[in-house]
């Protein structure tokens, strides 16, 4: 069993009827469900993710501080922490002083500011640009078991796209340092008698290369860790991810030195074909670097247009 099964159940079982029984005024104010860290909010976690934040408990997510008084605060946390530590064969954790409160009783404002800035989501264009995206994707993963006024679905259905604009800046710079790493620096490495920068070049193009695939198909980049499992769930391109494993795994030695370029060079050309299916490009070729300031020419707002390629790029 998964750990987003075991909170959904858990939460049917005593969470709803909680809620319903000693907070009938405040209940369709509130918002339940597993969102956040860890792999067990992304659908990921397996035996070897139950060492840590593997337990039958959910998040109750409050609205602001002018909404909800603290005194019903300090009454839903006491009722939270009074439900079952036992479910299904797994207990409930400690709230670790080091990790942080992942499960119970939650402001909406704090889980917003911790991964946006942001109390109330509200996100301006520069914030968009400089913003991590594995802090989107946690505000938008797992699953909400009772909506309440459905004000944080709808945030969340809201920040599940980043805007068009910065979409492209992004792919601009992406695309520039995979065509920089790959269709140029792998080989020029190699023919310096540099086997360790080329390898630096071959992890720079991989990176790259998935950022690009993640904003191809509008979803958010995770942590690194998780990149590779994520990717191979993506509908478009995610099948690309055994020759970027490939690339990363294998030597630099002469054999597949020219083998490694050309999978370079072909995921380029997959890359240039679905940038040209989504009209992102105008560029006629195969060099990743024209179809980069192609991309960047589409931007509509003329600031951020001309603002240097790589602004978006961390």
């Not at 640009?129 to 594995?134: M, S, V």
């Not at 920040?159 to 790493?181: F, I, N, T, W, Y």
């Not at 860790?225 to 099948?239: E, M, N, T, V």
Request: proline residues 4%; charged residues 25%.
């Amino acid at each position: 069993m998964q750990g987003l099964e075991l909170s959904r159940l858990y939460f049917e079982r005593y969470g709803a009827p909680m809620l319903r029984e000693q907070f009938p005024d405040w209940a369709e104010r509130l918002a339940v469900g597993l969102v956040g860290s860890g792999s067990e909010c992304f659908g990921w976690d397996d035996a070897c993710s139950r060492d840590h934040d593997f337990e039958p408990g959910f998040c109750v997510f409050l609205p602001e501080e002018e909404l909800l008084d603290r005194q019903t605060e300090f009454r839903l946390e006491r009722a939270y922490a009074r439900l079952p530590k036992e479910f299904m064969g797994f207990s409930r954790a400690r709230i670790s002083p080091v990790g942080g409160n992942r499960r119970g009783v939650i402001r909406l404002g704090d889980f917003l500011e911790a991964r946006t800035g942001s109390r109330d989501g509200a996100l301006s264009q520069a914030r968009w640009l400089r913003l991590e995206e594995q802090y989107l994707a946690e505000i938008v993963n797992g699953e909400l078991f009772w909506q309440g006024d459905g004000a944080f679905a709808a945030l969340r259905q809201r920040l599940s796209r980043q805007p068009a604009d910065v979409r492209r800046k992004k792919l601009a710079g992406r695309l520039l340092l995979m065509a920089q790493a790959g269709q140029y620096n792998y080989l020029r490495c190699l023919a310096h008698g540099e086997p360790a920068a080329a390898q630096l070049a071959v992890g720079e193009y991989v990176r790259h290369a998935i950022a690009v695939i993640f904003l191809l198909n509008e979803r958010y980049l995770p942590y690194y860790k998780w990149q590779f499992r994520a990717l191979r769930q993506l509908p478009l391109l995610g099948d690309e991810a055994e020759t970027l494993e490939l690339l990363l795994t294998t030597d630099n030695g002469k054999t597949m030195a020219q083998a490694k370029a050309d999978m370079m060079e072909n995921l380029a050309g997959s890359v240039i074909n679905a940038l040209q299916e989504q009209g992102l490009t105008e560029a006629v070729c195969g060099d990743l670097e024209k179809h980069a300031y192609s991309v960047n020419d589409q931007i509509r707002d003329p600031a951020l247009r001309n603002a240097h390629i790589l602004t978006a790029v961390g």
